[in-house]
T-cell receptor, first 115, second 118 residues
């Protein structure tokens, strides 16, 4: 299992500003995932963050808007840049073991409101 | 096409009764895993139960069981003896080889909101 500490837990931000979300895992993991959950919606994968390489972004998400850092095997950050009210969502970091039968572990989530 | 389909946006159940939450999935890969998660209003994601594509028996974890019908590509969650604390969003998810190869990245359904009445 993995314990993930994510912060901040919530924030209210002005449009046009940026917010960086941090995710700390209590063990070394190869891949970390960042999800967005818009109000009343499911989780949508933003990107996969591998240590030592650039993140892999899903369709509809770009590095300029959601830059990701992965400086080591236990830590990652996601920045939401130049925010607009449409970015108001819950952002979740997650890790999954390599075997198919291992569940994903999640941070507590960051509830972002852009005003 | 959606990989995971949850057709029930909301469900209501009386306390102590059983409830079934529906989930169908779509994959052409013979090797995959199916998961259910609970998300209370606090926003955290709580793992409930897992079913592998090659598992012969339905998974059970306490009050949770998974009704796995492979030919129909369905993986319904059954909660027995519902409790007030079961009120939450429930997400079905699937892990399969990612398009880029190698990694098993979970994809999630739209979720079902369960409300347990006293």
């Amino acid at each position: 299992s993995a314990v993930i500490s994510q912060k901040p837990s919530r924030d209210i931000c002005q449009r046009g500003t940026s917010l960086t979300i941090q995710c700390q895992v209590d063990s070394q993991v190869t891949m970390m995932f960042w999800y967005r959950q818009q109000p009343g919606q499911s989780l949508t994968l933003i990107a996969t963050a591998n240590q030592g390489s650039e993140a892999t972004y899903e369709s509809g998400f770009v590095i300029d808007k959601f830059p990701i850092s992965r400086p080591n095997l236990t830590f990652s950050t996601l920045t939401v840049s130049n925010m607009s009210p449409e970015d108001s969502s819950i952002y979740l970091c997650s890790v999954s073991g390599s075997p198919l039968n291992t569940e994903a572990f999640f941070g507590q989530g960051t509830r972002l409101t852009v005003v | 096409a959606q990989k995971i389909t949850q057709t029930q946006p909301g469900m209501f159940v009386q306390e102590k009764e059983a409830v079934t939450l529906d989930c169908t999935y779509d994959t052409s890969d013979p090797s995959y895993g199916l998961f259910w998660y609970k998300q209370p209003s606090s926003g955290e994601m709580i793992f409930l139960i897992y079913q592998g594509s090659y598992d012969q028996q339905n998974a059970t974890e306490g009050r949770y069981s998974l009704n796995f019908q492979k030919a129909r590509k369905s993986a319904n969650l059954v909660i027995s003896a519902s409790q007030l604390g079961d009120s939450a969003m429930y997400f079905c998810a699937m892990r399969e080889p990612h398009a880029s190869g190698g990694s098993y990245i979970p994809t999630f359904g739209r979720g079902t909101s369960l409300i347990v009445h006293p």
